[in-house]
């Protein structure tokens, strides 16, 4: 059975909830509650036909993706995933437009172009998924060399998985913020499994943030499955970035409760291992922490839950009534200048 | 007009808009204190600092990558590929990210990104170092391709890369940076993408040179018109868009195609060319459309198979005398 190695590396511990604002800590409540439900009203809608490509749901990661985005600024930026419908709506996505998205409709955010895979919305600094698993790290690290350059106090952040720090882009870029002390956080989701092969077959060491020290930052572990564990890991990092110290690699140790992609026949682990981590699960720890502390009650939180259920009614009725492409619209949008038409 | 050359007139390019525009920053492979290994970039780095003239490691996806990040924030990155070869090592910024994070995004991604790169055979430099890979991108939507063949089509044309909205992979040949030529010197000057040039008018046959081999057509269209044959020349300038129009007006005027590039024959930029012109000019022409290019092969090293291998102004004169009715070579 894979689980996360203890580790040697320096990690970091959440302060206790009264150390919070409690409307942060509803906040991220509520956005893990909408990731979660998201995800498994997204399975339902392909399965229903309203989605027709594939998607990879992150159920079970939505402690990393909400954590870190609130943990950093509104001008900030994020690059995602191929499993990034959790990122865009921890940096405040919409889930009429995702949805419209992935049901590949004309008021989708990037048109219906895009899909699950490519989705973005530039207004809240998501530069995009990723169908590459590395292919976004190298475009943080130039966001935050064009903070670096115009002297802005700005930090990008890139999310990644395990597999893609075996992946070569994650090197060179890694390499180069190191170097140039860019305002770069590398967000590792270590979720032990790289597609369908599991994380001790794909790399010769378990603590993935042992690879910072080879770059010259620092590396720090987390609980990726404590959402204020990761917080408070990305918001030390991002301070370091804007103080111009140069990036962090923050790794969340967590799972991918689903398959790498919907539909998954998951052949490569067992039902002992998936049930050791639904016990683990970010959300339903989450909401037994603010409940035992006594933060909130359970009235309020089941409150969220109605609302976010709620929400995504709203989302999925705005995507079966959202246009579909014209086929004229596919020829639309591939440059900025078209040169009368030349370059089709 | 004041002459300079290609390698000038590169360097004057890339200063102008450093100075007009302060997004336009250099970055890659000893681009600043070495000034670049072909000395394109000599000077700037004292000029604009390490900042903007930016010596990077050796790691094309970074510098690629790193540059389509920093243009989706708003700054406009002419980044340098030493080798058209290395572009490889690049491939998935290049093809998968840079190209459609525009179309990809529905329109949020904006990408004014130019990635200079040096392309061809400067001699004995094998096959790693020689290659001329415009083609390989030409079958990816989402770039431009620029293939300037004189010092003046250079600066013009890069201009119009750095100051356009997509990213354009700026194709220099390597045996060109020497080359002398007229260059105007505002500092507005620019030539559009799509638009190409009639380097020579002639009513027999039409030689489509791209990049360096503009000048060996030049060359032979010379040694024809003592043959009293007058071809015509003329230079694309970009491949993506390409001046079809131009090519279909020369074909339907001379009835006879040439095409001459350094590229592999196979799916080279002249497969495309030809392609086009049996699709929209097939009812003008007189003969089969004609490629003069690289060989098949890796770009050898040793001076006599790279001479087998590579097409000169021999080859471009054959291709001539056979459409003319000759032999065929």
Sequence with gaps: ?344 | MREITFAEAIREALREEMHRDASVFIMGEDVGVFGGVFGVTAGLYEEFGPDRVRDTPISESAIVGGGLGAAMMGMRPVVEIMFGDFLMCAGDQIVNQAAKARYMSGGKAKVPLTIRVTTGAPGSAAAQHSQSPESWFMNVPGLKIAVPATPADAKGLLKTAIRGEDPVLFFEHKMLYAVRGPVPEDPDFTIPFGAANLARAGRDLTIIAIGGMLAKALEAADALSQEGIEAEVIDPRTLVPLDKDALIRSAAKTGRVVIAHEAHKRAGPGAEIAALLAEEAVEYLDGPIMRVAAKNVPIPYSPVLEEEVLPGVDDILAAARFLMGGAKA
């Excluded at chain 1, 399975?43 to 229903?48: D, L, P, T, W």
């Excluded at chain 1, 989705?119 to 590459?132: E, K, P, Q, S, V």
């Design chain 1, 1 to 344: 059975m894979s689980e996360h190695p203890v580790s040697a590396l320096e990690t970091i511990s959440s302060q206790p909830l009264s150390a919070y604002d409690p409307s942060l800590l509803l906040e991220m409540f509520r956005r893990m509650t909408l990731v979660r439900e998201f995800e498994l009203r997204a399975i339902e809608e392909r399965r229903n036909g309203l989605i027709p490509g594939f998607i990879h749901p992150c159920v079970g990661q939505e402690a990393t993706a909400v954590g870190a985005c609130l943990a950093l600024k509104q001008d900030d930026v994020i690059t995602s995933t191929h499993r990034g419908h959790g990122h865009l709506i921890g940096k405040g996505g919409d889930p009429r437009y995702m949805m419209a998205e992935l049901a590949g409709r004309s008021t989708g955010y990037c048109l219906g172009r895009g899909g699950s895979l490519h989705i973005a919305d530039f207004d809240l600094g998501m530069l995009g998924a990723n169908g590459i698993v590395a292919g976004g790290i190298p475009i943080a690290v130039g966001a935050g060399l064009a903070f670096h350059l115009r002297g802005e106090k700005r930090v990008a952040l890139a999310f990644f998985g395990d597999g893609a720090v075996n992946q070569g882009a994650f090197h060179e870029a890694a390499n180069m913020a190191g170097l140039w002390k860019l305002p770069v956080i590398f967000m590792c989701e270590n979720n032990l499994y790289g597609e369908g092969t599991p994380q001790h077959k794909q790399a010769p060491i378990a603590d993935l943030a042992r690879r910072a020290e080879g770059y010259g930052f620092p590396g720090v572990i987390v609980d990726g499955n404590d959402v204020l564990e990761v917080y408070e890991a990305v918001r030390m990092a991002a301070e370091r970035a804007r103080a111009g110290l140069g990036p962090t690699f923050i790794e969340g140790k967590t799972y991918r409760q689903r398959g790498h992609y919907e539909g998954d026949p998951m052949v490569y682990r067992t039902q002992e291992e998936m049930e050791y981590w639904k016990a683990r699960d970010p959300v339903v720890l989450f909401r037994r922490r603010l409940l035992e502390a006594g933060v909130f009650d359970a009235q309020t939180l089941d409150k969220v839950h109605q609302d976010v259920l709620h929400q995504l009614d709203e989302a999925v009725a705005f995507a079966k009534s959202a246009p579909i492409p014209g086929p004229e619209e596919a020829l639309l949008g591939v440059y900025g200048d078209t040169h009368n038409g030349l370059v089709f």
